[in-house]
């Protein structure tokens, strides 16, 4: 494996008609360890976790750079090479259940799916296998849910469902967008826990795609914070949140800072359209402390022990 690392991203820039939606974006994870990405809806957070699991391709995209999943190299992979690795090596929990379930399949289906083709498992196998999972995923009466179609079970549930599919092959990196944001307040943090439980009871890496950087700092090592299709400050999570670096982060946990009922006011400004970014610093029109060289010159990332941030006046 490339140094310990199970996922590394190397100066990947994604495409999509020509506009960068992820711009020379640099990350590693070492096994064993969790990673939170964050950043407002449209920072490319979601991009990221598709091209880690190879589901980004030419023409809808085109990909420079590259992207490792242990020593296998996912960018320009094969569907020979990637097939093996996806469900088996690693899994992913989309945001909304009901959307990545397919209507048509039971839940014994669905989970009977990646045993077979991964573990070669029989019908017999697959279905004891089936029902320790969704034990395991705190679903009770497994047996009887087997036979259940996604629309017969809550939202919660169908979560809980794609969690123990994520999860079927024991994959060493599990890849969470969103996890709990289609779900009632109530049992978010239920299903956050879960994951996390199953993640570490498998020893297994995981990147969770959040929006809230307090919630980050409970769950995962290290924290990436994406603003426009590149990442603008990465470091260990308390680090993180405890002395944010970067103007933008340290605007995202003034948003996040509650007093009662009343939210402070989220950062003024909105992200420049993807087509018409500038051409220093991508937070500059929305930032306090901009200067010249701000407006003019990208700012590159500066590494400072294990963090790092991308700014001129950090
Ligand atoms: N299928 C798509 N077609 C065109 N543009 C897309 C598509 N998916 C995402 N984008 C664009 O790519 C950028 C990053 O999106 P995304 O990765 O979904 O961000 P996030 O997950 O952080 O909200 C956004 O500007 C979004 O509009
Ligand atoms: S580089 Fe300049 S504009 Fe960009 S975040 Fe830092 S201070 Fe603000
Ligand atoms: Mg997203």
Not at 53 to 60: A, F, I, K, T, V
Not at 228 to 238: D, H, N, S, Y
Request: glycine share 8%; aromatic share 4%.
């Amino acid at each position: 494996m490339t140094g310990g690392d199970i996922f590394r991203a190397e100066h990947l820039t994604v495409r999509r008609r020509g506009v960068a939606v992820l711009d020379d974006v640099s990350l590693r994870l070492p096994a064993g360890r969790t990673l939170a990405l964050i950043g407002e809806s449209g920072a490319g957070k979601s991009t990221l976790a598709y091209a880690a699991m190879g589901l980004l391709r030419p023409p809808e995209v085109s990909l420079e750079g590259g992207i490792r999943i242990g020593d296998t190299e996912i960018v320009g992979a094969s569907e020979r090479t990637l097939q093996p690795l996806r469900g088996a090596r690693m899994g992913m929990i989309f945001q909304d259940a009901s959307a990545a379930l397919n209507p048509c399949f039971t839940v014994l289906t669905h989970l009977a799916e990646p045993l077979r083709r991964h573990r070669g498992l029989g019908r017999a196998a697959c279905r004891e296998r089936a029902i320790e999972l969704l034990a395991s995923v705190g679903i009770a009466e497994p047996a009887s849910r087997l036979s259940a179609y996604p629309h017969e079970l809550s939202g919660g549930m169908q979560q809980r469902v794609m969690i123990a599919i994520a999860l079927a092959c024991e994959p060493r990196l599990l890849i969470a967008d969103e996890p709990t944001s289609a779900l009632d307040v109530t049992i978010q943090a239920q299903i956050m826990v879960l994951v996390l439980e199953r993640v570490r009871a498998l020893g297994a890496s995981a990147i969770f795609v959040l929006h809230d950087l307090a919630l980050a700092t409970q769950v995962a090592d290290r924290v990436a914070v994406m603003y426009a299709g590149q990442i603008v400050e990465e470091g260990p999570a308390r680090a993180v949140m405890n002395a944010p670096k970067h103007p933008y982060t340290r605007g995202l946990r003034a948003s996040a800072i509650e007093f009662g009922a009343r939210r402070l006011a989220p950062i003024a400004g909105v992200v420049p359209a993807l087509s018409a970014m500038p051409p220093g610093c991508r937070f500059a029109p929305r930032c306090a402390s901009a200067s010249a060289r701000c407006r003019a010159e990208r700012p590159p990332p500066t590494v400072d022990g294990d963090a790092r941030v991308a700014c001129w006046h950090p």
